[in-house]
């Protein structure tokens, strides 16, 4: 096992944390869907064991985040955080490691970048989530579509015609509803006045507008095309890779839905509701 030189980058550090240490692997499977057919999948794991929810995890502002990646797959593959310069390229079995501050509430989205967007695409991307204060009342959100034929020729090295991309489930966090329910890391659950933090990031191909009912949020960090700081809405138009932190005080009690208003985003081989579609629960 091969390991590379660790590099060091620093976001806007302020003060001294702990050292937290993530290990991930990038393990192949089949994707089980909603509708209990299979595709193929990869996806960025915490043990050698295919999960098809890849790894997206907290750090508190401040901390040192030690990351060690390994390569489980038959095939090469790439690490890269976005807007990062400079990727790593992993040979199978072997490993990379790196380290990280950052020193604000912010997202951070990490994916495969070679062949780009194919492997991606075949479902290795996640993200971490820096907080700052309380991780008690913080969500993330991975929001990915799939073509399931797309994956299966893509696993056996095949091309595929992007200009025909037409996908047929939908998820947030590999899941789609209403599975979605079950998820504590996506499904809200909050009191009136709580401060909800809510991480947020397209890792798909197609565009996703994201609509809350019943509240608006604010930005209080975005890594988007047209998203700015400070911006209060109850609909976010995200692009493939836009990455968001939404922050929400709810005012009033009930359940309330949140979804993609692309309609075919909340079906599952054009069944509804199986899509990017989940139901907040705020108590009194």
């Given at each position: 096992?091969r390991?590379?030189?660790?590099?060091?980058?620093?976001y806007?550090?302020?003060?001294?944390g702990n050292t937290v240490?993530?290990?991930?692997?990038?393990?192949?499977?089949?994707?089980?869907?909603?509708?209990?057919t299979?595709?193929a999948y990869?996806?960025?794991n915490?043990?050698?064991?295919?999960?098809?929810?890849n790894?997206?995890f907290y750090?508190?502002?401040?901390?040192?985040l030690v990351?060690?990646?390994?390569?489980?797959?038959?095939?090469?593959?790439?690490?890269?955080?976005?807007g990062?310069?400079?990727?790593?390229?992993?040979?199978?079995?072997?490993s990379?490691?790196?380290?990280l501050?950052?020193g604000?509430?912010s997202?951070h989205?990490?994916?495969?970048?070679?062949n780009?967007p194919?492997?991606k695409?075949e479902?290795?991307?996640?993200?971490i989530?820096v907080?700052?204060?309380?991780?008690?009342q913080?969500?993330?959100w991975?929001?990915?579509e799939?073509?399931?034929?797309?994956?299966?020729?893509l696993?056996?090295?095949m091309?595929?015609?992007?200009?025909n991309?037409?996908?047929d489930?939908?998820?947030?966090?590999?899941k789609?509803?209403?599975?979605l329910?079950?998820?504590?890391?996506a499904?809200?659950?909050?009191?009136m006045?709580?401060?909800?933090?809510?991480?947020?990031?397209?890792?798909?191909?197609?565009?996703?507008?994201?609509?809350?009912?019943?509240?608006h949020?604010?930005?209080?960090?975005?890594d988007a095309?047209?998203?700015?700081?400070?911006?209060?809405k109850?609909?976010?138009?995200l692009?493939?890779?836009d990455a968001?932190v939404?922050r929400?005080?709810p005012?009033?009690a009930?359940?309330?839905?949140?979804?993609d208003h692309?309609?075919?985003?909340?079906?599952?081989k054009?069944t509804?509701?199986?899509?990017?579609?989940?139901?907040?629960t705020?108590?009194?």
């Amino acid at each position: 096992m091969r390991f590379v030189t660790v590099l060091i980058l620093l976001y806007a550090f302020n003060g001294f944390g702990n050292t937290v240490i993530k290990k991930l692997y990038i393990n192949r499977g089949l994707f089980v869907t909603v509708k209990g057919t299979t595709f193929a999948y990869t996806a960025f794991n915490e043990t050698s064991s295919f999960n098809q929810t890849n790894v997206c995890f907290y750090l508190k502002a401040g901390d040192t985040l030690v990351l060690w990646v390994k390569n489980n797959d038959t095939v090469q593959h790439g690490f890269k955080f976005k807007g990062v310069t400079s990727g790593y390229t992993i040979n199978p079995t072997d490993s990379i490691a790196d380290t990280l501050i950052y020193g604000q509430r912010s997202i951070h989205v990490f994916y495969d970048h070679l062949n780009y967007p194919d492997n991606k695409n075949e479902g290795l991307a996640g993200f971490i989530a820096v907080y700052s204060g309380s991780v008690n009342q913080c969500y993330k959100w991975n929001m990915k579509e799939h073509q399931s034929r797309y994956n299966d020729t893509l696993s056996m090295g095949m091309p595929v015609n992007w200009n025909n991309y037409a996908p047929d489930f939908f998820t947030i966090n590999e899941k789609s509803y209403a599975d979605l329910q079950l998820d504590t890391n996506a499904k809200v659950t909050a009191g009136m006045g709580d401060t909800v933090y809510i991480y947020v990031a397209n890792t798909g191909q197609s565009m996703h507008s994201l609509h809350f009912h019943g509240f608006h949020s604010e930005t209080v960090y975005e890594d988007a095309k047209i998203i700015q700081n400070g911006w209060i809405k109850d609909t976010w138009g995200l692009f493939s890779m836009d990455a968001v932190v939404l922050r929400m005080v709810p005012d009033k009690a009930g359940q309330y839905s949140v979804h993609d208003h692309n309609l075919v985003a909340i079906t599952a081989k054009q069944t509804h509701p199986n899509g990017m579609f989940t139901i907040m629960t705020i108590n009194p």
